[in-house]
């Protein structure tokens, strides 16, 4: 399976190349997931570095991203494929910019900025960072981020599904994808899916309303909330995992006598329950699944604060600032009735799986 991959995803890059004659291959490398590569970089191609300089270099040491350029007889970018596919080593980027001025753009990039927050370092060079917030980027976020990239090609997950695709950036902000999967027999690789990803004011706007307030990209490239929690929101076995992760530590010994497949369907029906609630907040999320295990797991059906739940017109962070008001304190008690374990199990639910 793996080997049917690897010879889709070379394919794939050379057809990049050849679609752009004026353009070069470089490698964006994550020497966390093997420290060979670095070494490997420099005695195999003309020229690799490393993105961090400075006390950030000495602080990450082998953390730190590498930049290298793949010439087409050095065999690095084969090597990169060969042995690091299903590892997330590294992005490739199509550019017709010099190693230099590529040099410098992703150096931009190594840190960014939560709105109303403090300055973060930016994973970028892990493939499956960069594949997951790309979506949720404004189409001016877009531009910035790619640089003088026409392409970037990485491992990428569709679903439970895991194989190597193409991003490509449209002149309006759009990104084009193309996607490799195993096929289903796991002998070869399926018929490559091509998708439009619009800018999220668009994709997302039938779902929900899309926090982009102070996005942008001056001074560095500045994220709000949402488009931070995004890509686990909408990867749900990461969701259900992470919010099994922030109930631990109050509930983690109850936790552990449950079946772990048990313990995912029951968290899944929970962030299901809040979803029903159009409470598309991870922080929030957390708090209603939290309050199942405190409370009870049918709290929600307390007609008082049910009535607060369905106000969608109110943001999530205002419902529960309201539920949590001592008006309700009297509502809350009585919602310990709903104690039936039978409410954290959906008709059906049981059959579906995650993890």
């Known amino acids: 399976m793996q080997g049917a991959l ?6 794939l890059l050379c057809r990049t190349l050849a679609d752009n004659p004026q353009s070069r291959l470089f490698a964006l490398l994550d020497p966390s997931r093997d420290t060979r ?3 490997i970089a420099e005695g195999l191609t003309s020229r690799a570095e490393c993105l961090y300089i400075g006390s950030a270099r000495d602080e990450f040491e082998d953390d730190a991203p590498w930049l290298a350029q793949c010439d087409p007889m050095d065999g690095f970018s084969d ?3 060969d042995e690091g596919i ?3 080593w590294c992005v490739f980027i199509v550019s017709d910019a010099s190693f230099d001025k590529l040099f410098r753009h992703l150096r931009h990039l190594t840190k960014i900025r939560q709105v109303g927050g403090d300055s973060l370092f930016f994973r970028y060079f892990d493939p499956e960072v960069i594949g997951s917030i790309l979506p949720f980027l404004t189409s001016d976020q877009r531009r910035y ?3 003088p990239a026409s392409a970037l090609l990485l491992e990428i997950a569709a679903g439970p599904a895991s194989g190597f695709g193409r991003m490509e950036l449209a002149d309006n902000g759009d990104i084009k994808t193309t996607i490799l999967l195993p096929s289903e027999d796991g002998e070869g690789v399926s018929t490559p899916h091509e998708a439009v990803i619009a800018d999220p004011a668009v994709s997302l706007s039938d779902l929900m309303t899309f926090d982009l307030k102070g996005a942008g990209v001056r001074p560095v490239l500045t994220l709000t909330q949402a488009q931070l929690e ?5 990867n749900r076995p990461k969701l259900v995992a992470s919010t099994i992760d922030y109930l631990e530590e109050d509930f983690g010994e109850a936790m552990k006598i449950m079946p772990p497949v048990l313990l995912a369907q029951n968290i899944n029906h929970g962030i299901d329950l809040a979803i029903s609630y159009r409470i598309l907040d991870v922080s929030c999320i957390y708090l209603f699944v939290d309050l199942m295990m405190r409370i009870a797991p049918g709290w929600h059906r307390q007609p ?3 009535e607060v739940l369905a106000r969608a017109e109110i943001s999530p962070d205002d419902r529960f600032e309201i539920l949590l008001g001592q008006r309700y304190e009297d509502a809350w008690e009585d919602a310990r009735q709903f104690d039936d374990p039978d409410e954290w199990i959906e008709k059906r639910q049981s059959e579906k799986q995650y993890g």
């Open 304 to 306: 008082q604060l049910a």
């Open 230 to 234: 995004a890509p686990m929101l909408f």
């Open 145 to 147: 981020l790619f640089g």
């Open 79 to 81: 090597f990169l494929i």
């Open 6 to 11: 690897r010879r889709s995803a070379k394919d």
């Open 86 to 88: 299903g590892q997330r």
């Open 37 to 39: 590569m670095t070494t």
